[in-house]
Each structure stands twice: as structure tokens, then as C-alpha cells.
């Protein structure tokens, strides 16, 4: 049975999940409209992702007692200037929900609600491979610097990433 703190917290998370999946729709449409189909499809699949992480903390809660709330959402943004701004956001929003997440532990502590603290593991693990991830991202953009051939490579090369990232079914 979660207590009352703890349900709270977790609706919390629920909340940045569902935002994170929103954010990386909203970068998903923007690189559809430029023209970038890989860098599209990969924040699709990540957007897809983020929902998934939302779910299981959903299920988490009604099968712990909790009532899962579902929470109004603020508009992610419309335009993002470049590739590289898109990518520097995505890192600094993934290291944003580390916290969040690290955060949520700590209350689990001191709650000594060790069935959450196991359950969160799942995420902590989640969160280092996104962070890689994402850095991993922004030091490629980085070293193309304003290569426009650069650019329609690794638009390519990022749909391997999506085939890599994709846990088997
Ligand atoms: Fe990428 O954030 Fe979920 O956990």
C-alpha cells in the first residue's frame, strides 16, 4: 500500500513523463516539416517511449492501492532553432527527469517504501542509458558543426540508433 506522500510523488512523475513524451512529439513535428525523416522517426520512437514510462507508473500506483492522476499539460514549444538546439534540450530535459527521478528515490528512503525503491530502479538504470544517449547525440552535432552534408548523414544515421534503442518485444 503506497502512503499518501508516495502516491503523490509518483502522480508527480507521471506528470514529467506525460510532459516528456509531449516535448518529444513536439521535436518529432518540427524536424517532420523541415525535412529531417530520421531525426523525425527518433523522436517519434523516443515520444513513444516517454508514454511508456508514464504507463507503468500509471499501473504501478492503481496496483499499489494509489489512485494514478492524470494532469492538464503545458504546451511544449512550437519551433526549435536547429538541429543542435533540439538535441541540447533533449539532454538537458533528460538530465532534468534524473533529478526528478533521483529526487522520488530519496522520498522512497525515507518513506522506507523499499517495494517503490525497487520499482524505481528500473528507471534510475533507464535514465543513465538516455543521458549516454543523448550526449552521445550532441557530440556528433557538435563535430559537424554547419556541414550541410554533415547534416544529411547523420539524418540517416540516426535511424540505426532507433533499431538500437528499440528493447526487443
Ligand atoms: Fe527519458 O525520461 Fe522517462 O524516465
Known amino acids: 500500500m503506497l502512503s499518501k506522500k508516495i502516491e503523490a510523488a509518483l502522480n508527480e512523475q507521471i506528470k514529467v513523463e506525460a510532459e516528456s513524451s509531449q516535448v518529444y512529439l513536439s521535436m518529432a513535428c518540427w524536424a517532420e ?12 520512437a523516443h515520444s513513444d517511449e516517454e508514454r511508456m514510462h508514464m504507463l507503468k507508473l500509471v499501473k504501478f500506483v492503481n496496483e499499489r492501492g494509489g489512485h494514478a492522476k ?14 543542435k538546439e533540439v538535441f541540447q534540450t533533449l539532454f538537458e530535459h533528460e538530465v532534468f527527469v534524473s533529478k526528478s527521478i533521483n529526487d522520488l528515490v530519496h522520498i522512497t528512503l525515507e518513506e522506507r517504501d ?3 525503491h525497487n520499482f524505481l530502479q528500473w ?4 535514465q543513465i542509458e538516455e543521458e549516454a544517449l543523448a550526449r552521445n547525440i550532441l557530440d556528433k552535432i557538435n ?6 552534408s554533415g547534416f544529411y548523414l547523420f539524418d540517416n544515421d540516426i535511424k540505426q540508433l532507433i533499431v538500437a534503442d528499440t528493447p526487443p518485444a
Open 33 to 44: 516539416v523541415q525535412g529531417f525523416e530520421g531525426v523525425a522517426q527518433f523522436m517519434y
Open 70 to 83: 492524470i494532469s492538464q499539460l503545458d504546451a511544449p514549444p512550437l519551433e526549435f532553432g536547429s538541429f
Open 114 to 116: 523499499y517495494a517503490t
Open 123 to 126: 528507471y534510475v538504470s533507464e
Open 143 to 148: 563535430l559537424i558543426g554547419d556541414d550541410k
